[in-house]
Structures are given as C-alpha cells and as structure tokens.
Nanobody, 124 residues
Framework: QVQLVESGGGLVQTGGSLRLSCAAS????????MGWFRQAPGKEREFLAT????????YYADSVKGRFTISRDNFKNEVHLQMNSLKPEDTAVYYC?????????????????WGQGTQVTVSS
C-alpha cells in the first residue's frame, strides 16, 4: 500500500520561500513518477512539477518554472518541492502524487496515489 505524507506547508510573506516534503512508503519507487500539484479554493487541481524517480529527470509547469524545484532523497524515500519568490497567487493546498512511469505526467487523473495535502498561504 503506497502512502504519501506531505509536510512543510505554512504561512509565508510574499517573496519568501518554503520547502515541502513528501515521505513515500509502501513499495520501491524506482519505476514511479512523482508529482506535485496544488489546488486553490474554487479552482481545479493544477500540475506543478514532476520527477522520474529512476533518473531524477524533472519537468515543470510554466507557472512555476524558475521558482520551484523538485528533487528526491533516495535514502529517505522523500520528494521535495523548494518554492522561492512566493506570491499570493501561490496560496493553495499542495499535494504530492505518484504514478507508474507511463502516460502523461502532467494529467491529474493519471496519478493513482495522493497525499493528504499541506496548506501553503502567502500573505501580501
């Protein structure tokens, strides 16, 4: 049973930084793709970044490219999202997700495993 647990959310001022973590357990993730998504109130869940566990290759949505960085820690089985230059419009619940390494990695419905989410609030 795959389990994903996010942490690291909180309240930050505009221009600040946060580092989210996702602890993954339940199986070997070497053949998986990990993703970060977010959902603001009244909006659809939005793709942010993805990382292929096998070779740590990454892909970003244009909205966060250059500000957010996804990475993994093989020893701890964790995936991180470093978020810099945060803006009020980054306020949302942030989710970690996992999928097998086939299919488009930026489509919400292709991910079979999700964490519970962590709230990020950016004050102006």
């Amino acid at each position: 049973q795959v389990q994903l647990v996010e942490s690291g959310g909180g309240l930050v001022q505009t221009g600040g930084s946060l580092r989210l973590s996702c602890a993954a357990s339940g199986r070997a993730f070497s053949s998986y793709v990990m993703g970060w998504f977010r959902q603001a109130p009244g909006k659809e869940r939005e793709f942010l970044a993805t990382l292929r566990w096998r070779d740590a290759s990454t892909y970003y949505a244009d909205s966060v490219k250059g500000r957010f960085t996804i990475s993994r820690d093989n020893f701890k089985n964790e995936v991180h999202l470093q978020m810099n230059s945060l803006k009020p419009e980054d306020t949302a619940v942030y989710y970690c997700a996992a999928k097998q390494a086939y299919g488009n990695n930026w489509i919400v419905g292709n991910y079979g495993y999700w964490g519970q989410g962590t709230q990020v609030t950016v004050s102006s």
